[in-house]
């Protein structure tokens, strides 16, 4: 998506959520505002007023959003408005006490919560605006006491607006971490191959060796190359090398276990980590994995044979860090390439090297 439509998106699902709080918020506020207005007996288009502000404005502000080329600038200045309608009308309700805090705190609350400290000093400039507003309509005065029906007429905004409010932000907390997780999930992983990238299984790799120097337990690390694989992306073009290299992850991801970590470490090599398994072991592992990859089927180009060089290390308490180890794996890889390719070689080189007698 591009960014101009990926900020409109992200505005309009702001718009929409805050279309939902406000028909709520202001209907709820209605009760509060009535309550406090009632016993001033204000005139009809007051009450029109007051209708228009709970019925009617959170669709023309929804609308506005909507089709607006910015929606989420066109939502802050809907808060702004809520924020000058709120101070408004705590000046026509003359300052009554719960009312008034009941208003302004809400909607401050509100403001906080989208946009920080600073578009909250900006929607109490709002409600300061609102409230010299409302006293050149209706006056300065007072009205120090709350009757019994002004409080029942709050609890509702009281109580069910900051659950409501306290849901959204919670949806929105929920979501943003998924979103994160699934960003650091595609941060980490090669978007081919679907196995870990370089940077995450060298991650993976110190993390295995400072746990077999901890725990004093062995492992083994496998570098694996396609061979020739240049020569197949030259000779059957590159969307038959992707293929390639998509069917080796699935089959690394098919016949390793949950503990055992593969990335694409480059290019046509990749890295396999199996903790807790002997060099012996891990070598018949490496030569299965060969042969099912030699014998793999190729549909679109049966004329395609591929093959694979695989060099293996063992941790070592001689080891003075991760890269030791890899650069043992590495030169095994070496070795099993220059032999001839096709092949599974070890270092230390006790064991012998898996060949072929045809290498490709």
């Not at 998506?1 to 939902?20: D, E, F, I, N, V």
């Given at each position: ?20 709080s ?41 609308q ?9 600038r ?9 924020s ?6 705590v ?8 009312p008034l805090?009941?208003?302004l ?10 946009g920080?400290?600073?578009?909250f ?24 006491q709350?009757?019994?029906l002004?409080?029942?007429?709050c609890?509702?905004m ?19 971490g998924?979103?994160k ?13 679907g196995?870990l ?5 060298k ?5 295995e ?19 020739h ?18 069917q ?19 290019g ?7 903790p807790?398994?002997?060099?012996a ?12 990859f030699?014998?793999?089927?190729h549909?679109q ?10 060099g ?12 030791d ?7 095994a ?28």
């Open positions: 998506m591009a960014p101009a439509q990926y900020t409109r998106g992200k505005g309009l699902s702001l718009a929409r959520r805050l279309y939902k406000r028909i709520l918020g202001l209907g709820l506020g209605l009760l509060c505002v009535a309550a406090g207005m009632w016993p001033l007996q204000p005139a009809p288009w007051v009450w029109g007023l007051m209708l228009f502000n709970a019925f009617v404005w959170p669709h023309l502000a929804y506005w959003a909507r089709w607006a080329r910015v929606p989420f066109a939502e802050h200045r809907n808060l702004l408005v809520d000058l309608a709120g101070g408004f009308w000046a026509a309700m003359h300052f009554n006490p719960l805090a009941t208003t705190g809400m909607m401050a609350m509100n403001n906080i919560a989208l920080g400290v600073r578009f000093l900006a929607g109490s400039l709002a409600q300061a605006l609102g409230i010299g507003l409302g006293l050149w309509l209706f006056g300065p005065s007072f009205i120090p709350t009757t019994p002004q409080l029942y007429a609890l509702p009281l109580t069910l607006y900051p659950m409501t409010l306290g849901y959204i932000c919670y949806r929105q907390a929920a979501t943003l998924q979103h997780r699934e960003l650091l999930a595609r941060s980490r992983t090669d978007s081919l191959t196995l990238n370089h940077g995450a299984w991650d993976q790799l110190e993390v060796f400072q746990r077999c120097k901890r725990q004093g337990r062995g492992g083994a690390i496998a570098l694996i190359d396609i061979d694989f240049k020569a197949i992306n030259d000779t059957y073009g590159h969307v038959a090398g992707d293929g390639v290299l998509r080796l992850s699935k089959l690394l991801r098919q016949n390793l276990r949950a503990s055992d970590q593969a990335g694409r470490y480059g046509d090599e990749f890295c396999v980590i199996l807790d398994v002997p060099l072991h891990a070598a018949d592992l490496m030569e299965a994995l060969r042969g099912r030699a014998a793999l089927g549909e180009n049966p004329a395609l044979q591929v093959s694979l060089s695989i293996l290390a063992a941790f070592s308490l001689g080891h003075d860090e991760a890269m180890w890899l650069n043992d794996a590495d030169q890889l070496y070795v099993a390439k220059s032999g001839g390719r096709n092949n599974v070689t070890c270092h230390p080189p006790q064991l012998p090297s898996r060949k072929v007698l045809n290498p490709l």
